[in-house]
């Protein structure tokens, strides 16, 4: 499959196609005149690599995960950690969403004057907002 093929297919562009070789994500296997060849198993690589990026995964990772052969070699002690460093990000979005909502219908005069919107923008400022800890105080 020529190099075009590939990015309507995957609808990754021509450019990412190449960075992703040159970084070793994906093997051409040959050449049509000045057009790069891929085999179409390409497709199943670039989906891991898509869903690798989805999961915020660096292409350095997701380099060492999809390994040099046709077969990926996931390290299942890494995805338990991607895992566990989502989780701790849902926490903070869910404090931080928590806070926004109670900004929205706090009754106090000022933002300002509101004690849970101040003790969110200290533990904000404080790089503490993080799971259950920051949600119970700020409640």
């Known amino acids: 499959m020529e190099i075009s093929q590939v990015a309507k297919k995957s609808g990754v562009s021509a450019s990412t196609l ?3 070789e ?3 994500l994906i093997k051409s296997i040959g050449r049509q005149g000045i057009r790069r060849v891929f085999s179409s198993n390409v497709l199943e690589r670039l989906e891991l690599i898509a869903l690798g990026r989805a999961a915020g995964f660096s292409l350095e990772e997701i380099s060492g995960i ?5 077969k990926p070699d996931i390290d299942r002690a890494l995805l338990l950690k991607k895992a566990s ?3 701790g990000t849902i926490k903070k ?3 931080m969403r928590d806070g926004l909502q109670h900004a929205a219908a706090c009754t106090a ?3 300002l004057e509101c004690p849970r919107f101040r003790r969110l923008m200290n533990l904000a400022a404080a790089g503490v ?3 259950v800890a ?3 105080a700020a409640k």
């Open 18 to 20: 190449r960075f992703y």
């Open 22 to 24: 040159e970084k070793g």
């Open 66 to 70: 999809l390994g040099t052969d046709a």
């Open 85 to 87: 460093e989502l989780d």
């Open 93 to 95: 979005l869910e404090a």
């Open 109 to 111: 005069p000022s933002h």
């Open 129 to 131: 907002i993080e799971g």
């Open 134 to 136: 920051a949600n119970k």
